[in-house]
């Protein structure tokens, strides 16, 4: 399982318009293989600053399967408007985990 992680920065007075998009767009993301997860945190120090977390099963599930598909195209209209700046995304893989 490969974990991406993306700080996202949403233009002012954009949150709650992008928090309604967020929820249209989530279906085409969802709908590609090796898809298995995601979530979207709200900062509550900063309130327009997000952290999106997508798990995949592999690297390549997301940067060719998701980001070469229509499904991206409807998710990159949808979205990429309300980040200022645009945001970096990391991939992770699990060192360790502890979970109760």
Avoid at 14 to 22: N, R, S
């Amino acid at each position: 399982m490969i974990l991406e992680g993306v700080v996202l920065f949403v233009k002012k007075g954009k949150t709650k318009d992008f928090e309604l998009d967020f929820i249209k767009a989530s279906q085409y993301i969802s709908a590609v293989e090796g898809y298995l997860s995601h979530t979207l945190q709200k900062c509550l120090e900063i309130d327009n600053k997000y952290l999106l977390l997508v798990e995949w099963n592999t690297l390549e599930s997301h940067t060719i399967g998701f980001r070469e598909s229509s499904a991206y195209l409807q998710w990159k209209e949808l979205l990429h408007h309300y980040y200022e700046p645009f945001p970096i995304v990391e991939h992770f893989k699990t060192v360790y985990s502890n979970k109760k």
